[in-house]
């Protein structure tokens, strides 16, 4: 069974940073992708970034420049390194895996089978 556990989450002031983890299991990791995903409150799950496991990476417009999603394969985890944050960064962030596809990089949350707990970050201004 595919886990995917995150963390990292918090808050943060506008203009800051912060780095969230999405640690990996239970399945072959170089044949899925992983995405980050955030939902704010009265507001749809959106696609923010995601890696597959030769690295290639797509992005969010939204985030683009200002986000930054990488892997560590030994450690089987993902991570998303948050700059420049603004208050409407304000969301829970979900990382999701599915079977490597041309889907992994059109970021349609509902294309994502495997789901986190999603960990809560906080942009004040």
């Known amino acids: 069974q595919v886990r995917l556990v995150e963390s990292g989450g918090g808050s943060v002031q506008s203009g800051g940073s912060l780095r969230l983890s999405c640690a990996v299991s239970?399945?072959?990791?170089?044949?899925?992708?992983v995405g980050w995903f955030r939902q704010a409150p009265g507001k749809e799950r959106e696609g923010v970034a995601v890696i597959e496991h030769d690295g290639s990476t797509t992005y969010a417009e939204s985030v683009q420049g200002r986000f930054t999603i990488s892997q560590d394969n030994a450690a089987n985890t993902v991570y998303l390194q948050m700059n420049r944050v603004k208050p409407e960064d304000t969301a829970m962030y979900y990382c999701?895996?599915?079977?490597?596809?041309?889907?992994?990089?059109?970021?349609?949350?509902?294309?994502?089978?495997?789901w986190g707990q999603g960990t809560q970050v906080t942009v004040s201004s």
């Open positions: 239970g399945y072959i990791y170089s044949t899925y992708c």
């Open positions: 999701a895996a599915r079977p490597r596809s041309y889907e992994c990089i059109l970021l349609r949350s509902v294309a994502y089978n495997n």
